[in-house]
């Protein structure tokens, strides 16, 4: 049972332009979701998170939104860089606990 | 947030042995996690580690293959017993670092077993 889907396993996007990656979940416990970002050989690195109670987190380049209804989240990286080549988790947690993870989706950018 | 040194990186056994993975958090934490990426998958929760306590075991993961110790606040090791080529993957350790700043990750112990 897959809590947690992302079901592009790859986007590839212009140097400069939206890079939007989708997530949907299906437990309804979920709180507290993040992004996390990884290069091969490294652990993920936290990007950004969202509570429940929130629509809409905005950290510099990144935005993640939530639609509770719908049981999805986006998150948006504007400009896209170089630099964001990686491969991007969602990931959802019931009450800060522990982790459930996506399938991940690689994301290139384009010079 | 907190940091996390993880050793070793990576490491090529054989079939049959154990390997010790250790986590060293820079500050003191209640709960730690471990991870488990096989190849092309995603990550999945192996066990959650809490200090005093016997870890938290998710479903499909048993303390005789995966024995967890937690001596303190600050470390904890994650041991793959009688390994198999299934075990092939990459272990990560983790701790909650607070609303902001989401669950730290170690860099992860590539495991290949032969």
């Known amino acids: 049972d897959q809590q947690v889907k992302q079901n592009s396993p790859s986007l590839s996007v212009q140097e400069g332009r939206i890079s939007i990656l989708n997530c949907d979940y299906t437990?309804?416990?979920?709180?507290?979701f993040l992004w996390y970002k990884k290069y091969p050989a490294e652990g993920p690195t936290f990007l950004i998170s969202?509570?429940?109670?929130?629509d809409k987190n905005e950290d510099g380049r990144f935005t993640v939104f939530l639609n509770k209804s719908a049981k999805h989240l986006s998150l948006h990286i504007v400009p896209s860089q170089p630099g964001d080549s990686a491969v991007y988790f969602c990931a959802a947690s019931p009450g800060a606990q522990k982790l459930v993870f996506g399938q991940g989706t690689r994301l290139t950018i384009n010079p | 947030s907190a940091v996390i040194s993880q050793k070793p990186s990576r490491d090529i056994c054989q079939r049959g042995t154990s390997l010790t993975i250790q986590c060293q958090v820079d500050?003191?934490?209640?709960?730690m996690f471990w991870y488990r990426q096989q190849p092309g998958q995603s990550l999945t929760l192996i066990a959650t580690a809490n200090q005093g306590s016997e870890a938290t075991y998710e479903s499909g993961f048993v303390i005789d293959k995966f024995p967890i110790s937690r001596p303190n606040l600050t470390f904890s090791t994650l041991t793959v017993s009688n390994m198999s080529p299934e075990d092939s993957s990459i272990y990560l350790c983790s701790v909650a670092g607070g609303v902001n700043y989401g669950y730290t990750f170690g860099s992860g112990t590539r495991l290949t077993v032969v």
């Open positions: 969202i509570s429940s109670i929130k």
């Open positions: 437990n309804s416990m979920f709180d507290y």
């Open positions: 500050s003191q934490v209640t709960m």
